[in-house]
């Protein structure tokens, strides 16, 4: 008996004309015959492009889901004369589950180089984008991100309400917007290169508070207690009601450098206080622990891509998962330390991580895979997979029609059964770097990737 089950996906034929993609483990042997699930479970998704998309324009790049919405960044889109980037918004339909776009977001002062479409993120009605090389009051690549929601300017249009800035820019390239998070009226926006008291690259991350519709102001700054040269503090953020995880992945932790460190913050009416900071329970220089974030709940993951080789050489990577009251109440203990089975050293295995419920899922976008470099792969994770409170892996994720340089998994993103998965440096024929975002269904406990169409 198979001790963990990867699925791996192709083109397979159904009844009725549907493409599906299934390899299904059986008593040690891979099967492609559909007759092995019930053809019901095959729901119909899709791969993704832009419209609008061109030679080098990176759609993929970032991926955020929530409900029947997905957003997914494009940071280098480029107009007839420039590149100030942008963002796509896709709607699921109940009934098909197809997924159409329906909206391109552009900045309204968007400007070259901008690389609006950088993060983005989704709450409701609400959509975040960064734009973290955006100039702001003469201050070069300062950085910004802008909120749109739907139903502004029109029934169904999603519409700019607002550019958020940061307080206190008093320095060229603190990129503000590298990474952005929403939950409900409150947005986090990391500026992972910012300088805190003359000390450069230590990072800080503001909280933007919505008391009416569509009116968003700066209500806190969060910084490390004691901040260090190039900690990178705000280079991952991630919030969930009253909690804000903030990620400094080149902190160093004693004369280990770059091991890094996630922060976490707990609202109390107003104020927002650090509680916790918590490393790896097996910490090696350049981990750069703390690269992506994801919480829900009381479930937070980790990213730390370069964990297995103690030194500047990357290793295979890893993917950290706490939980609040793990080890007692509040203190944010680990569960467990998770990797690909098939990983191999430069994989980037935990560059993106996502949480929904009791399902991980993480990015390892230069996977090779058949002999293609830097293909890319993400791995899905299940909690009690292999045990009880036990993080298992559970499948393999691989896009379909794959190829070398696409970089799938550079970004993803999941909710509830449904997972994104951006390939930024995917081509569409001849159109270079275009990107591609592919969707993955899980029914019956085996995921899917459907139908192409664009």
Do not use: C
């Amino acid at each position: 008996m198979m001790a963990r089950t990867t699925i791996v996906w192709g083109l397979v034929a159904l009844a009725g004309g549907l493409l599906a993609a299934l390899y299904l483990p059986g008593s040690g042997v891979w099967a492609q015959t559909p007759d092995t699930v019930n053809s019901q479970a095959i729901v119909p998704l899709q791969k993704l492009e832009g419209s609008a998309t061109w030679q080098q324009d990176n759609f993929g790049w970032s991926v955020a889901l929530d409900g029947d919405y997905l957003v997914v960044g494009a940071p280098h889109y480029t107009t007839t004369d420039a590149t100030p980037g942008s963002a796509y918004i896709f709607k699921r339909d109940a009934e098909s589950n197809a997924w159409t776009e329906i909206r391109q977001l552009l900045a309204n002062d968007g400007q070259p180089g901008d690389r609006f479409g950088y993060a983005v993120a989704i709450s409701g009605d609400k959509v975040v984008v960064g734009a973290p090389w955006a100039d702001v009051g003469g201050w070069q690549d300062a950085g910004a991100a802008y909120v749109f929601r739907r139903d502004k300017d029109g029934a169904g249009n999603w519409g700019q309400v607002a550019k958020l800035t940061a307080s206190d820019i008093y320095t060229h390239s603190d990129h503000m917007g590298t990474t952005v998070a929403i939950d409900g009226n409150t947005i986090v926006v990391g500026a992972a290169e910012k300088e805190v008291n003359n000390i450069r690259d230590a990072g800080a991350a503001y909280i933007f508070t919505s008391s009416s519709t569509d009116n968003w102001s700066q209500s806190a700054i969060l910084t490390a207690t004691t901040p260090y040269t190039q900690d990178l503090f705000g280079r991952a953020v991630t919030i969930d009601g009253d909690t804000v995880v903030v990620g400094a992945p080149w902190a160093n932790a004693g004369k280990q450098f770059d091991t890094g460190f996630a922060h976490i913050f707990y609202r109390s009416g107003t104020q927002w206080n650090e509680v916790k900071k918590i490393s790896a329970s097996d910490p090696q220089p350049y981990d750069r622990f703390g690269t992506s974030l994801a919480l829900d709940g009381d479930t937070l993951v980790v990213g730390a891509y370069q964990p297995g080789s103690g030194s500047m050489s990357p290793g295979p990577g890893a993917a950290y998962i706490f939980e609040r009251n793990a080890s007692g109440a509040n203190q944010w203990g680990q569960r467990a330390k998770i990797s690909a089975t098939e990983g191999i050293s430069g994989d980037r295995f935990g560059f993106a991580t996502h949480v929904t419920g009791d399902k991980v899922v993480v990015g390892a976008y230069l996977t090779e895979v058949a002999g293609d470099i830097y293909r890319g792969a993400a791995y899905v994770f299940e909690r009690n997979a292999g045990g009880n409170n036990a993080w298992g892996q559970t499948a393999q994720l691989l896009a379909h029609d794959g190829k070398m340089g696409d970089q799938f998994g550079f970004a993803v993103a999941a909710r509830g059964n449904i997972l994104a998965v951006g390939a930024p440096y995917a081509n569409r024929g001849t159109v270079l770097n275009s990107g591609s975002v592919y969707l993955f269904f899980r029914a019956n406990y085996v995921i899917h990737l459907p139908v192409i169409s664009r």
